[in-house]
């Protein structure tokens, strides 16, 4: 299994940003974004099944939206009014139809003006 993460970056507080992690290699089940700033725990940010059932940290409901394409498997993380303390390292995480979690390689996103 390999992934493919990508679209982090420095935005402006208010600002968006998107994220997708492309997945090849086995079928996937559950795929979730989860972040880690420095310090901290890593922590799920959001999780969606193979049927599109969504959960969300308290923390970025309605500024967040997960979605996968089952076809292209990938999971894309679409950030909207992004805050300095959404600031972290975000990792993308699949499940095989075994769960089996695999981890992608992190993704730096920077909130700051």
């Known amino acids: 299994v390999q992934l493919q993460a990508s679209g982090g970056g420095l935005v402006q507080p208010g600002g968006s940003l998107r994220l997708s992690c492309a997945a090849s290699?086995?079928?996937?089940?559950?795929m979730a974004w989860y972040r880690q700033a420095p310090g901290d725990r890593r922590e799920l940010v959001a999780r969606i099944t193979s049927s599109g059932t969504t959960t969300y940290a308290d923390t970025v409901k309605g500024r967040f939206i997960i979605s996968r394409d089952n076809a292209k498997n990938t999971v894309v993380l679409q950030m909207y009014n992004l805050k300095p303390e959404d600031t972290a390292v975000y990792y993308c995480?699949?499940?095989?139809?075994?769960?089996?979690?695999?981890w992608g390689q992190g993704t730096l996103v920077t909130v700051s003006s």
């Open positions: 290699g086995s079928i996937f089940s559950d």
């Open positions: 995480k699949v499940y095989t139809n075994g769960y089996i979690p695999y």
